[in-house]
């Protein structure tokens, strides 16, 4: 696994890799490629030439393999002429000093692609053009980190004591709506936001607490790199939901059997009928409704009746699975045990779950609960 951490200035990237080097065995890759205005001093890496790592890096770089040792920005007086990875680094030379360093992000590519079973972090991305590439690769994991103004403001100011509160704002909005349209500060991570994997929102007021909730969130789990078989038809359920034109809520449905998908539905009025936020439903439509009153009025189908009239009970067949991002209603629940549905997994909760539950598991339906990664 490779993490990947980017974020806004002193929101604590450099904690969350250093959470990550010395409690959870991953290796800081450095990327020195002249952005940041740095001088960096190396020494050897005390690693047999014989090894795979030491001779794969000596391949992809054609020079000595080094560990970064120690940064010394060229003005350490301003703080606006740094990157906030750079300004970071003085409180972690710890890190700094056991970590493999890259002049080239082509080379760090191919040594991580080498390598991918190993564990790698960095902090040092900070354009989308170089982060780019990364992405592409099935190991690579994008974290974010934030945290409100004033705590990073105070944070910056234990590094930099005589940066002013409009000193820094001027800065901040100057990397998240300046011309600076390729840092991952601004373009990428304000408004490609949902592309990374884990979002953490550094809101804490010690390191402890954010390692505990860094322990909670389990960067580790490759779940949030390759969807088990849950979470990829769970998420395929929910984007089905987003074709719901239903007022009350969208809800989405995947059959599968084998693991192989062989329908989908999603609630809203039948064939032929205006749609439900049309008017189709006067149900839907009337606010004053009881959540528990005028089904019988409803046009609406549900997204579970859909997926299920699309198959058929031929074709639902033994064994099958039925996706859904919504407990099923009572309603649907008795159409799942005639067609033969063999478990339901959903997500979200419905008014009605204790009957529906006890409904399927008298028939020898299987119901399981799940929870996406945090």
Known sequence: MFII?????????????????????????????????????????????????????????????????????????SFLSMSSSTSATFAFNSVMSDSLGFTDPKDMLMYV??????????????????????????FVLLVSVDAPTLPRFYRQRRIFPNISLEQFLAEDDRLVFGPNSGSVTSSY????????????????ENVEQLHDHLNHVNLL?????????????????????????????????????????????????????????????????DPTQHPLEGFEECLCIHAEENALLECGRERVGKGAVLYCNTCPCLKCTIKIVQTGVAEVVYNLSYKMDASSTRVLKEAGVEIRHYSPPN
């Open 189 to 204: 991570l304000f408004t490609s936001y949902h592309l990374c994997h884990v979002n953490v929102i550094n809101n804490f």
């Open 5 to 77: 951490i980017i974020g806004t200035r002193a929101s604590g990237k450099s904690t969350v890799l250093d959470f990550l080097v010395h409690h959870k065995n991953f290796t800081r890759l450095r990327l020195n490629t002249g952005e940041y205005n740095i001088q960096t001093h190396t020494r050897a890496l005390s690693l047999d030439s014989s090894s795979s790592r030491s001779s794969d890096l000596q391949t992809l770089t054609g020079q000595d393999i080094t560990y970064s040792s120690q940064l010394s920005p060229d003005n350490p007086e």
């Open 113 to 138: 692609t080498r390598n991918w079973r190993d564990h790698y972090v960095t902090d040092d991305i900070s354009t989308i053009t170089t982060l780019e590439p990364f992405l592409k690769r099935p």
């Open 221 to 285: 789990n490759n779940d949030r790199l390759r969807p088990s078989w849950d979470s990829y038809f769970m998420k395929l359920a929910s984007l089905a939901s987003h074709r719901s034109n239903c007022m009350k809520r969208r809800v989405g449905a995947i059959l599968v059997r084998d693991h192989a998908i062989i329908a989908t539905g999603y609630n809203g009025t039948p064939r032929g009928i205006k749609n439900c936020n049309e008017g189709g439903c006067k149900r839907c439509n």
